[in-house]
């Protein structure tokens, strides 16, 4: 429990890129998030070099009709793509489980990540199908969603729970 109540969304980063053993802890809990009936449909593909990144900046910048960076600068980028809707029904749900472990893999070992959306837009397009082929990544995927993945240069915001989130019936 206090992993999960510590984690928070981390919006400014550490310029250092985080070790490569890091990465892989963080990777590896991706693989063991639960998924509708065990298929394994995600694909995780973690992005530190900086051409594509600048790439992966732009294209959501231009989704959200923005000029910032979207991944708030960090070091790495997680993108989780999953089979097409039409393909399988759960692909939303998989893919946000294997969002989900990832965050509080990485906030255990003080990995900070924030959770980035408009992947399923910029992966639909024909700039987002070629980066996909250059992922060596199958046909018939949609973008998730990603994670931005750094060291913290700053906290977290807290934000107190609301009342009567649950229900026991």
């Given at each position: 429990m206090k992993n999960i109540k510590s984690r928070r969304s981390i919006r400014r980063y550490e310029p250092r890129q985080i070790l490569t053993e890091e990465l892989r802890i963080i990777l590896e809990a991706g693989t063991y998030a639960p998924s509708g009936m065990g298929k394994q449909s995600c694909f995780i593909v973690a992005v530190q070099d900086e051409a594509i990144k600048s790439q992966l900046?732009?294209?959501?910048a231009k989704v959200q009709?923005?000029?910032?960076?979207?991944y708030y600068d960090a070091p790495t980028i997680v993108l989780v793509f999953a089979p097409k809707i039409e393909i399988w029904k759960n692909?939303?749900?998989?893919?946000s489980l294997v969002l989900g472990t990832?965050?509080?893999?990485a906030n255990s070992i003080g990995i900070g990540t924030c959770w980035?959306?408009?992947e399923i837009e910029m992966f639909s397009s024909d700039e987002g199908k070629a980066?996909?082929?250059?992922f060596s990544l199958p046909d018939g995927l949609m973008g998730v969603g990603a994670l931005?993945?750094?060291?913290?240069?700053?906290?977290?915001?807290?934000v107190p729970r609301k009342e009567?989130?649950?229900r026991v019936v």
């Open positions: 900046v732009r294209m959501n009709g923005v000029k910032s960076n979207p692909s939303i749900q998989d893919g990832m965050m509080l893999a980035i959306n408009r980066l996909m082929a250059r931005s993945l750094g060291y913290p240069a700053t906290e977290g915001k807290v009567n989130y649950y």
